[in-house]
Structure formats: C-alpha cells, structure tokens
C-alpha cells in the first residue's frame, strides 16, 4: 500500500510560483513511476506530468510544457511539482498518484494509476 499526501497549493497571481509536494509512505515508492493531475470545476480530471520511477522518463501535458517540472526525490520518498508563469486557467485541484506496479512507466492516463493523495487547492488569480 501507498499512501500519498500533497501540499503546497494555494493563491497565487497569474505569472507566480509554487511548488507542490506530494510525500509517499512505503518502502516501495521508489519504484512506481509518479503522476500529477489536475481538476478545475465542472471539469474532468486531467493529466499534467509524470516521471518514472527512476527518475527519468518525464512527459508533460502541451499545455503545462516549458512551465512545469515534475521531479522527485526517492530519498525522501517525494515527489515535486515545480508551476512557473502560473495562469489563470490552472486553477484546479491537483493529484499526486502512483502507479501500482513497479518499475513501470509513467502513464497520462488517469484509470491506469492505483494510488491517489486527497489532492491540493491551487488558485490562480488573474
């Protein structure tokens, strides 16, 4: 079992910064490709980025490209979600998640991940 928790959301203006964290438990994080994803009202849940379990491997949706960066410390049983020139349009909730299978790939899809966090809050204010 994975236990994912994320922080570091909240009210930014447009063109800010934030760092979202999401902390795992469990020995075996290290080894499940890792994925962000997001949920703006009246919306469906979309992919962000992911990376895999090594590390390597990042993809990133078009539309957070050049913006984002996904990274993680396995170390700290961590991953990262860098948001530069933030926009209005990327308020939403955002979910860390975990692929439940290791040393897999990242996937953009959401079904294809095992493990969720309860997500965090980021508001962009324009």
């Known amino acids: 079992q994975v236990q994912l928790v994320e922080s570091g959301g909240g009210l930014v203006q447009a063109g800010g910064s934030l760092r979202l964290s999401c902390a795992a438990s469990?020995?075996?994080?290290?080894?499940?490709?890792m994925g962000w994803f997001r949920q703006a009202p009246g919306k469906e849940r979309e992919f962000v980025a992911y990376i895999g379990w090594s590390g390597s491997g990042a993809r990133y949706a078009d539309s957070v490209r050049g913006r984002f960066t996904i990274s993680r410390d396995n170390a700290k049983n961590t991953v990262y979600l860098q948001m530069n020139s933030l926009k209005p349009e990327d308020t939403a909730v955002y979910y860390c998640?975990?692929?439940?299978?290791?040393?897999?790939?990242?996937?953009?899809?959401?079904?294809?991940?095992?493990?969720w966090g309860q997500g965090t809050q980021v508001t962009v204010s324009s």
């Open positions: 469990g020995r075996t994080f290290r080894y499940y490709a």
């Open positions: 998640a975990a692929r439940g299978q290791e040393y897999t790939g990242g996937s953009i899809f959401s079904r294809e991940y095992d493990y």
